[in-house]
C-alpha cells in the first residue's frame, strides 16, 4: 500500500499525523522499503555521518532531512516528540527492527544501562528479586515498552 506523502510545515504536524496511523500503516512504514529508501551513503557528501551507523534513515521527500526511522516511531508510541535525553532502544537487538514492538524507550541514558546490566546478569544465570520496571521506578526512572 503506498501512503501519500503530504507537506508538514512543522515537527508538530508531522507527529500529530503518525499519531493518526494504525498499528497496521505503522508497521508497514516501520519496515524498509527500497523503493522509497534511499540511502545516505550513497550520497558522497553525507558519508563521512553515517559510516558504520546501522540504524535506518530515510530522507522526508517533502523538505529532503534524514530522520532516523526507530526514533519516529518511538515519538508515535510516546505520542509526543521525544525529550532531550530520552533513550530509544530496539529490544530484540535488530537496529534495523523498526516495529512498534520492538522500539523501547527509556527515560534516560542512567535507565538503558540499567536495563542492559539487568539482562546480562540474567543471561549469565543471576536471578533478580525485582523486575527491571519496580528497580528503575525506585529510582524515579522509567521505560516505556
Known sequence: MQMDSPSYKTAEAFYEALLELNQD???????????????PEEDESEVSATEHNPY???RDPRNGELYYVHRAIAEWKLGRALNPGEVVHHDNGDKRDNHPDNV????????????ENYRLR????????????????????????
Do not use: N
Request: proline share 2%; net charge negative; hydrophobic share 40%.
Open 104 to 115: 523501547w524507550v527509556f527515560s534516560c541514558q542512567r535507565a538503558h544501562m540499567l536495563y
Open 25 to 39: 500503516d505503522l508497521a508497514k512504514i516501520s519496515q524498509p522499503d527500497e523503493s522509497t529508501f534511499r540511502d
Open 122 to 145: 540474567e543471561r549469565q544465570g543471576i536471578m533478580h528479586l525485582f523486575l527491571i520496571e519496580t528497580l528503575l521506578e525506585r529510582e524515579g526512572l522509567w521505560v516505556v515498552s
Open 56 to 58: 535506518q534513515r530515510r
